[in-house]
Structure formats: C-alpha cells, structure tokens
C-alpha cells in the first residue's frame, strides 16, 4: 500500500528567507512524487513532479524538491520565500506497483500550510 | 483552452437529501477523477473514471457513486446525505489516467449539509 506523510500543519518563514516544506512516502515499489499548490478557495495547481532521474527537480514559481531514497523523502524547497507563496502545499505520491491494470490511484498527504510574514 | 468545469459552485443540503455534481474534464482528457477535501483530512480519493468505466475506487460508503459519458463528462451522486459529508469536492482530469500524468483540478464544489 502507498502513503505520503507532510509532518507539519503549518510553515512560518519570513519573506526572503528559504523555505522548507517537508513530505516523506511509503509505496512497494518505485514512486511517482508530487507537489501541488492551493490557493484560497482555488483548485490545485500541479507544481512539480519526480518521475526517474535527476534527483532535483525544478518546477514552477522557483520551486524545486529533491528526492532522496535512502530517506523515503521528497522535501519542497525555495531558496527565496515571496508573500504571495502563502498557500496551502500538498504532496502525492503513485505507487509503481498495484493499482487496476497497472492505473494507480493517488494518494494525497494532509497538506502544509505556508505563512510567509512580510 | 477551457480548464476542468465543476458546477455548482456551491450547494446547500439536508441531511437525507441526495445530490449530483458534475465536471467536465479538459478536452481531450479522458480520465476523471474525484476527491474529498476536508480540514485536517486533505485530500481523499474518491474514484476514477477513464473511457466509461471505474477504474479506480476509494475507501467511501457506497453512497457516493458516480459515472462518466462517452465525451468525458462525469457526474458524482451522493445519497442520504449526511454531516459529516460537508466538504470541498474536487474533481480532477489527465489525457490517460498514466501513472506518471499531472493532474489538472476544478475548482471545486462547496457542499454544505445542514
């Protein structure tokens, strides 16, 4: 069985400073991994993916997450926090094993609020 | 190009009422799928649909049902409504379904059950 867990509720982080929005998973075999963004009373908004490869993955608005197996973790990372990054962050992970027909569905972590004080 | 349409926007409810939202993926995309957002939950998957058929199912009473037609649309039906159903409802369309696809969600339907 796949899961994804965000450990934090909330992320405090003043503007200009790097930002840090943690997520670790479990799956049987390889994972897909990404991260989604919510703005208020808004849908979410796909920011990046890992599929294989290179462990850092660069997406939109500046960020990026790197995975790293040994650690289960694929952690969302800016090196430079904008007010305008205050939303709500999700992690999802897809599992290369399972699912119906080799189609498996997503899971989702809790989601990470970001409070980026000006 | 069009975005994935969810109508209503909003719905208020009581409880043993029944209720049907609709989506309408972005076009060319023939995989569905839905999702319950509620606070401190995150999200929770629903069911998928690709070509007509579920191909996917969550851990949901069988209350919440849904289907999809040939152009893609899909529909979720929720029956005796309860409480505890309130809830943002996403719905979310890829070209495959493809375990490696992005999602691109709606909006969402706000449902209220009083």
């Known amino acids: 069985a796949q899961s994804v867990a965000q450990p934090e509720d909330q992320v405090n982080v003043a503007e200009g400073n790097p930002l840090t929005v943690k997520c670790t998973y479990s799956?049987?075999?390889?994972?897909?991994l990404f991260w989604y963004v919510q703005y208020p009373n808004r849908g979410l908004q796909f920011l990046l993916k890992?599929?294989?490869?290179?462990?850092l993955v660069k997406g939109s608005y500046g960020f990026e997450a790197e995975f790293n197996k040994s650690q289960t973790s694929f952690h969302l990372k800016k090196p430079s926090a904008l007010v305008s990054d205050s939303a709500l962050y999700f992690c999802a992970v897809r599992d290369t094993l399972g699912g119906v027909g080799g189609y498996q569905k997503v899971t989702f972590g809790t989601g990470t609020k970001l409070q980026v004080i000006p | 190009k069009a975005g994935v349409t969810q109508t209503p926007r909003y719905l208020i409810k009581t409880r043993g009422q029944q209720v049907t939202l609709s989506c309408s993926p972005i076009?060319?995309?023939?995989?569905v799928s839905w999702y319950q957002q509620t606070p401190g939950q995150g999200l929770q998957f629903l069911f998928e649909y690709f070509s007509e058929t579920q191909r996917n199912k969550g851990n949901f009473p069988g209350r919440f049902s849904g289907r999809q037609f040939s152009n893609s649309r899909s529909e979720m039906n929720v029956s005796t409504l309860e409480l505890g159903d309130s809830a943002l409802y996403l719905c979310?369309?890829?070209?495959?379904?493809?375990?490696?696809?992005?999602?691109?969600f709606g909006s969402g339907t706000q449902l209220s059950v009083l």
């Open positions: 076009s060319g995309h023939r995989s």
């Open positions: 799956v049987s075999g390889n994972p897909y």
């Open positions: 979310a369309s890829s070209l495959t379904g493809g375990n490696n696809e992005k999602l691109f």
């Open positions: 890992y599929i294989t490869g290179d462990n």
